[in-house]
């Protein structure tokens, strides 16, 4: 089992900034990518960044540029730096592992909430 859990969500103004951090804990050992999605109000699930024990990494196109997905220190862990957030980042952000192909395993979110 795969526990995740999310922090570092907030309020702030268009321009503005915002660090989420991701830890992991359980059966750590397994996971081979770790990412970060989101899903705004009345919206489905969608990935923001995801990066792979290999390193790989992919961002959605609406937050390339802005946003950098990177591995911490210890291997549990993963953060989301979001730069020049706009309101149509407003979103609940979710950390999410995989283990094999899939990203089947999720924290409990954090709101990012971007005033105009």
């Known amino acids: 089992q795969v526990e995740l859990a999310e922090s570092g969500g907030g309020l702030v103004q268009t321009g503005g900034s915002l660090r989420l951090s991701c830890t992991a804990s359980?059966?750590?050992?397994?996971?081979?990518?770790m990412g970060w999605y989101r899903r705004a109000p009345g919206k489905q699930r969608e990935r923001v960044a995801t990066?792979?024990?290999?390193?790989?990494?992919n961002y959605a196109d609406s937050v390339k540029g802005r946003f950098t997905i990177y591995r911490g220190n210890a291997k549990n862990m993963v953060y989301l730096q979001m730069n020049s957030l706009k309101p149509d980042d407003t979103a609940v952000y979710y950390c999410?592992?995989?283990?094999?192909?899939?990203?089947?395993?999720w924290g409990q979110g954090t709101q990012v909430t971007v005033s105009s």
């Open positions: 999410a592992a995989a283990r094999g192909a899939i990203f089947g395993h």
């Open positions: 359980g059966s750590i050992s397994s996971i081979n990518a």
């Open positions: 990066i792979t024990n290999a390193g790989n990494i």
